[in-house]
Antibody, heavy 119, light 110 residues
Framework: QVHVVESGGGLAKFGGSLRLSCAAS????????MSWIRQAPGKGLEWVSY????????DYADSVKGRFTISRDNAKNSLYLQMNSLRVEDTSVYYC????????????WGQGTMVTVSS | HSALTQPASVSGSPGQSITISCTGS?????????VSWYQQHPGKAPKLMIY???NRPSGVSNRFSGSKSGNTASLTISGLQADDEADYYC??????????FGGGTKLTVL
């Protein structure tokens, strides 16, 4: 069965760091771009970052550029998001998503992991 | 890039058709055929309904269709059903090599 499972969310303080992980299974991980997308409580979706299948192409939303780093370990079928200099406005459910087609056809989503940043 | 503009809410009766619009600019929707639409039920992860403007992933009902004209994309749902009641989001690729979401539209089935 094709799915992705996020982990690593939790409570962090303003200015702190967290590292999210996403474990993929049921498909050839190296064939797909992967993305992180977030959703603040009661708000809409916001794309955060994507990474190409080999890791050579990466981009970020302006709201996280310079603070967040996306990476992947194809040997472990895993995607990561290192979040530094966290802000209260980063509080969201963070989803890991597979791209059926680049750049924005996200066909497989995880259940999400909640990140709460306190002041 | 500002968020793509969607109506906050739309409604329709069972069996009817509704259309949700998504307005951007020549730097996003108007410049690329990379528009996707997502359905999200409360407490659930989003589901891909349309990609590349008008393509349906396997398993998505043909009651859902997408189109684009200029800087505006549209999602049409025909034969409205109770289970279609959900939030819908559009997205587009942008000239900054990023992905932009719309603010979301709440669909109510009367």
């Amino acid at each position: 069965q094709v799915h992705v499972v996020e982990s690593g969310g939790g409570l962090a303080k303003f200015g702190g760091s967290l590292r999210l992980s996403c474990a993929a299974s049921g498909f050839t991980f190296t064939d797909y771009y992967m993305s992180w997308i977030r959703q603040a409580p009661g708000k809409g979706l916001e794309w955060v970052s994507y990474i190409s299948s080999g890791g050579s192409t990466i981009d970020y939303a302006d709201s996280v550029k310079g603070r967040f780093t996306i990476s992947r370990d194809n040997a472990k079928n895993s995607l990561y998001l290192q979040m530094n200099s966290l802000r209260v406005e980063d509080t969201s459910v963070y989803y890991c998503a597979r791209s059926l087609r680049w750049p924005n056809a996200f066909d497989i989503w995880g259940q999400g992991t909640m990140v709460t940043v306190s002041s | 890039h500002s968020a793509l503009t969607q109506p906050a809410s739309v409604s329709g009766s069972p069996g009817q058709s509704i259309t949700i619009s998504c307005t951007g600019s020549s730097s996003d929707i108007g410049g690329y055929n990379y528009v996707s639409w997502y359905q999200q039920h409360p407490g659930k992860a989003p589901k891909l309904m349309i990609y590349d403007v008008s393509n349906r992933p396997s398993g998505v009902s043909n009651r859902f269709s997408g189109s684009k004209s200029g800087n505006t994309a549209s999602l049409t749902i025909s034969g409205l059903q109770a289970d279609d009641e959900a939030d819908y989001y559009c997205t587009s690729y942008t000239s900054s090599s990023t992905v932009l979401f719309g603010g979301g539209t709440k669909l109510t089935v009367l």
